[in-house]
């Protein structure tokens, strides 16, 4: 079992409460404030963790290929996340299904 599945099935035996708490925690560490495509408006709503949650509500547009931050991301290392760019391509689990 991969560490990304592993971490999703942790992730579903645990209280909503634990289960916000873990993602307070986690967005700590998500990289995409560092991102030259975050925006002002992502950042005024606390977006992140795209990886987890899903695709952005609001506008961003990677501003080139080589932006994303996920790869040095630890979240992503740690879990063996697969992709890039989850602001606009969706979460791992929804990539992974095909969704
Ligand atoms: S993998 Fe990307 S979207 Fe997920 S926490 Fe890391 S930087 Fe953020
Ligand atoms: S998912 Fe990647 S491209 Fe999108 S904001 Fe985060 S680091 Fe930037």
Same mark, same amino acid.
């Given at each position: ?9 942790? %992730?579903?035996? !645990?209280?909503? $409460?634990?289960? &916000? ?8 560490? +998500?990289? *995409?404030? =560092? ?13 992140? %963790?795209?990886? !987890?949650?899903? $695709?952005?509500? &609001? ?8 932006? +994303?931050? *996920?790869? =040095? ?27």
């Amino acid at each position: 079992m991969d560490r990304y599945v592993e971490l999703v099935d942790w %992730l579903s035996v !645990l209280s909503k $409460r634990d289960q &916000e708490d873990w993602r307070e925690i986690a967005s700590l560490k +998500c990289a *995409c404030t =560092d991102c030259p495509s975050y925006t002002c408006c992502a950042k005024e709503k606390g977006e992140g %963790l795209f990886c !987890l949650e899903g $695709r952005t509500k &609001e506008s961003i547009w990677p501003e080139g290929t080589d932006t +994303c931050r *996920c790869v =040095d991301c630890s979240l992503a290392l740690n879990h063996d996340f697969t992709e890039q760019y989850y602001c606009v391509k969706g979460s791992e689990g929804e990539l992974r299904s095909g969704a």
